[in-house]
């Protein structure tokens, strides 16, 4: 059976960036981001999950946090330069990113929004993050997704 390419996938071949992909069995819905990192056989703090905010400016920004770790939303505020962040609605997701809840990924959204790296993706040499549709997941050096990205990184996450 061919392996099955996602967008993602695709982008990152087309802009001749290195990658590993790695699939994992899921139901109809998506599974948390430990769940994830243990299907595919991951140490879980190599494994990121892509959350998208908005500013008091209502711009969208997209952060690229540890699976187990939570955003903490004044760090994340003060990384852009906004007055307060909130994540947005999972309704909104397909509309701004072009992906949905479980399967949304820091790669290819519709736009590219301003995006920050939770600063422990520096000391890695990949990262994992989801490939665009859920059950998948790449793996790439945090050096190229910030390129990919024009993102940066930061410390956005809260202690603990």
Known sequence: MAEQKTNVM???AQKKIKYT???YAHGDEAVDGVTAAERIGIPVEKVFKTLVTRGASKSIYVFVIPV???LELKKAARAVGEKSIAMTHVSELLGLTGYVRGGCSPVGM???YPTVLHLSAEELDTMVVSAG???FQVELAPEELIKLTGGKFAD???EG
Do not use: C, Q, S
Request: no cysteine.
């Open 68 to 70: 187990a770790k939570e």
């Open 133 to 135: 549709k859920i059950g």
């Open 156 to 158: 956005v996450v809260a």
């Open 110 to 112: 519709k736009k590219l």
């Open 10 to 12: 695709r982008f990152l």
């Open 21 to 23: 992909a790695h699939e």
